[in-house]
């Protein structure tokens, strides 16, 4: 068994699709139509094959909830690995990226997190 597939649940897949791609970094993987929405996903161009985002509307009931209590209380939605976290946090807020935390160590681990502008918080992390 192994991880296939994850989804962070954004306010407007065109807006999600350039910022995960154009800012972040990743590539977009699969797009199709379902409905009035799309099947969108992007990969890391270091794993082309591996997990894969869904950049899956955030219309049902409970999600705008959910996610508004989440960023309310400054919790990431999910992380991403990068390699350097300051060298990361650097490159975005050139890119005009916001965090609401900056780079900060706890031992081994180094996290900061940015406000992805479709309604989460992400966490970027390094070990």
Known sequence: MRINLTSVFVDDQDKALRFYTEILGFV???????GEHRWLTVVSPEEPDGVELVLEPDEHP??????EALVADGMPFTSFAVADVHAEFDRL?????????????MGPMTTAVLDDTCGNLIQIASM
């Not at 977009?28 to 379902?34: H, I, L, R, S």
């Not at 409970?62 to 996610?67: E, G, L, N, V, Y």
């Open 62 to 67: 409970a999600t705008r909830p959910f996610k």
């Open 93 to 105: 807020k050139g890119l005009g990226v916001t965090f609401t935390q900056e780079p900060l160590s």
């Open 28 to 34: 977009k993987k699969t797009e199709f139509p379902v």
